[in-house]
């Protein structure tokens, strides 16, 4: 069982930055196995990032050069900095831990707003 749970959100304008948190527990809980989604209004769930072991991350080309991933193992916890946002990052953003043979495992999601 692996607990999740984000937080960070909030409402920022057009190229600003946020940071968003996603702190797990549980015996099968790793950092590596958490990836970042977010689903806007109307749409579909999009990926975002994963974090990767040496915490370089893997990243959708919407993201690339504007958000970084990283993460901290003694505080189970992984960040997703958020830079120049734009009004189409807007959207509940989620964590998400996927471990083969172990199940997949999803945060309660954290609002972001980007004003125009």
């Known amino acids: 069982q692996v607990k999740l749970g984000e937080s960070g959100g909030g409402l920022v304008q057009a190229g600003g930055s946020l940071r968003l948190s996603c702190t797990g527990s549980?015996?099968?809980?790793?950092?590596?196995?958490i990836g970042w989604y977010r689903q806007a209004p109307g749409k579909q769930p999009e990926w975002v990032e994963t974090?990767?072991?040496?915490?370089?991350?893997n990243y959708a080309d919407s993201v690339k050069g504007r958000f970084t991933i990283s993460g901290d193992s003694t505080k189970n916890t992984v960040y997703l900095q958020m830079n120049s946002l734009k009004p189409e990052d807007a959207a509940v953003y989620y964590c998400?831990?996927?471990?083969?043979?172990?199940?997949?495992?999803w945060g309660q999601g954290t609002q972001v707003t980007v004003s125009s």
């Open positions: 998400r831990h996927a471990r083969f043979s172990y199940g997949v495992y």
């Open positions: 549980g015996s099968t809980f790793g950092l590596n196995a």
């Open positions: 974090f990767t072991t040496g915490g370089t991350g």
